[in-house]
């Protein structure tokens, strides 16, 4: 009787404590990390992150050649799926609050060599430039219908977010109501983390080649129930032949690669493709519009910006909205 009584209390014990599972692999080119109070296994969990990978990458990769997002810029179809449909329509609405967000950039993405293409020593944007701009396509249905052939599509500067907001979806789906996912520095949270208190995220300090994330960071922000993105351009930039400095953030309207006294810039939003896109958005800004357009947004979303020293000082400048 007492061993059945000590069972009972160890298994209300076991029952009353919750389980976080931590699951990590690759995605995307990147990797992801999870971490979710759930009744299901890391086996379970694996498993959907390899479907929602594969279907993915056929679907949205530029680097894939034989994805359909590839096949379209190619002009070999003009329908799209589900995904690319549903990344134009957020991406077009943040192209109408400010046009220094447009997916139409790859022909300067892959002249400048950010898409695993070898760069061109001196790019023709006069040229380039031409075929570049949100107005120049539009979605008919689930049709692409472009006014150049030479127009292509670029979405990787928002399928991060949009990604992970399938998997915090599909976690919704399996009724967990605690937990946190990010792929690749885009993040997603609800509820609490095993200790019962909201999610922790640091944003690294973005001085050039920090390339360890959250080794060095500027600031921990506090989420849950958000998104979170943060882009900077002291990772992925390089010098030309003449000594200028190409960051890997371009601006659309000029076609040049965009450097300015904003260093990063951390959004905090309802979706995580939300937040991704307007973080590439502040970046494509000067830090003036990019604290105008912040401000205007504060009813819909919080941001962070880290900001360059200004005259002597070495300290970094910030702006915040956060609560």
């Known amino acids: 009787m007492i061993l059945i009584i000590a069972i009972a209390l160890l298994l209300a014990g076991c029952a009353a404590t919750p389980h976080y599972?931590?699951?990590?692999?690759?995605?995307?080119?990147?990797?992801?990390?999870?971490?979710?109070?759930?009744?299901?296994?890391?086996?379970?969990?694996?498993?959907?992150?390899?479907?929602?990978?594969?279907?993915?990458?056929?679907?949205?990769?530029?680097?894939n050649p034989n994805?359909?997002?590839?096949?379209?810029?190619?002009?070999?179809?003009?329908?799209?799926?589900?995904?690319?449909?549903?990344?134009?329509?957020?991406?077009?609405?943040?192209?109408a609050l400010t046009p220094r967000y447009d997916i139409t950039v790859k022909p300067l993405v892959d002249a400048y060599g950010f898409a695993a293409k070898n760069r061109e020593v001196k790019p023709?944007?006069?040229?380039?430039?031409?075929?570049?701009?949100?107005?120049?396509?539009?979605?008919?249905?689930s049709r692409i219908i472009k006014e150049d052939p030479r127009l292509q599509i670029d979405l990787n500067s928002i399928a991060k977010g949009y990604v992970v907001d399938i998997i915090a979806e599909w976690l919704d789906e399996q009724m967990c109501e605690n937990y946190i996912v990010e792929v690749g520095g885009e993040i997603r949270a609800k509820g609490v983390n095993a200790r019962g208190i909201a999610w922790r995220v640091g944003v690294d300090s973005p001085f050039d080649n920090n390339n360890t994330p959250g080794k060095f960071q500027q600031r921990v922000v506090q989420i849950s129930g958000a998104a979170l993105a943060t882009s900077g351009n002291y990772r992925r930039f390089y010098y030309n032949e003449a000594g200028e400095r190409i960051s890997h953030t371009l601006n659309p309207q000029t076609g040049h690669s965009q450097t300015t006294t904003l260093l990063s810039a951390t959004v905090l939003a309802p979706r995580c493709a939300t937040a991704d896109a307007l973080a590439t958005a502040f970046m494509a800004s000067d830090e003036k519009d990019a604290i105008a357009l912040a401000e205007s947004l504060r009813d819909s979303i919080s941001v962070y910006f880290v900001l360059a020293p200004e005259g002597e000082s070495s300290e970094y400048r910030e702006f915040s909205t956060l609560q």
């Open 67 to 95: 994805s359909l997002l590839s096949r379209i810029n190619r002009n070999e179809t003009d329908l799209a799926d589900i995904h690319i449909v549903r990344n134009i329509e957020i991406a077009s609405k943040i192209n």
């Open 124 to 141: 023709n944007i006069d040229s380039l430039i031409q075929f570049v701009g949100f107005s120049k396509f539009r979605l008919q249905d």
């Open 21 to 63: 599972r931590t699951v990590d692999g690759s995605m995307l080119g990147t990797t992801y990390h999870i971490v979710a109070e759930t009744s299901l296994s890391n086996e379970q969990i694996f498993d959907q992150m390899q479907r929602i990978n594969i279907d993915a990458i056929a679907s949205m990769s530029i680097f």
